[in-house]
């Protein structure tokens, strides 16, 4: 029975951690998605939604990484690993803000980076194929964005491939809740 509550944090975290960030782009009238980083949302002394924005991650990172060594560990032990990697990294995001400058680049592209693994590690330990989905298209929104093939801030390939992640993740999450887990 707790396994199911702890399940829901997988919903809730990343779907908190979206919800923070959608406020902050409602209340920045200067942000736009051709010019800016999400992380822009975040800077402690240029965002005056800044505590919103790092709030939402540091409470969505915690709800990931609660959800992963609880309810996700038995279901995908290696992943759930992987998980609380990319949950911390996260939350590494709202702490070490652009006013860390290279850190904050080390620890957003820690974050990035580190959903590939965890989505590949999903699809072998569980044969996701919504897992290995993810993983292309976080990839291919990334390589596009390198290659200039679309032109917008660093924002829309931060958002797709998040996005594209947190797709299995919750759908794990509602699988583990539901208990139609094997």
Do not use: C
Not at 36 to 65: C, E, Q
Not at 141 to 165: C, D, F, H, R
Not at 174 to 180: R, S, T, V
């Amino acid at each position: 029975m707790k396994e199911k509550r702890y399940a829901l944090f997988g919903v809730t975290g990343p779907m908190l951690a979206y919800l923070f960030i959608v406020v902050s782009i409602g209340l920045s009238p200067w942000f736009r998605w051709e010019q800016n980083a999400l992380s822009d949302l975040g800077h402690a002394t240029r965002s005056s939604v800044a505590p919103v924005y790092n709030f939402g991650l540091l409470l969505g990172g915690l709800l990931l990484a609660i959800y992963a060594v609880t309810a996700f560990r038995s279901h995908a032990r290696w992943t759930s690993y992987s998980l609380v990697f990319s949950a911390f990294s996260l939350q590494l995001v709202a702490v070490f803000d652009e006013v860390y400058g290279f850190l904050h680049f080390a620890v957003s592209v820690l974050f990035f980076v580190s959903l590939a693994p965890t989505s590949i590690l999903y699809f072998v330990e569980r044969k996701s194929h919504l897992a290995l989905i993810s993983f292309a298209i976080g990839l291919a929104s990334w390589v596009l964005y390198w290659m200039k093939v679309y032109s917008a801030g660093v924002a829309v390939p931060e958002t797709i491939s998040s996005v594209a992640a947190t797709a299995w993740v919750i759908y794990s999450a509602l699988k583990i809740y539901m208990g139609e887990t094997r």
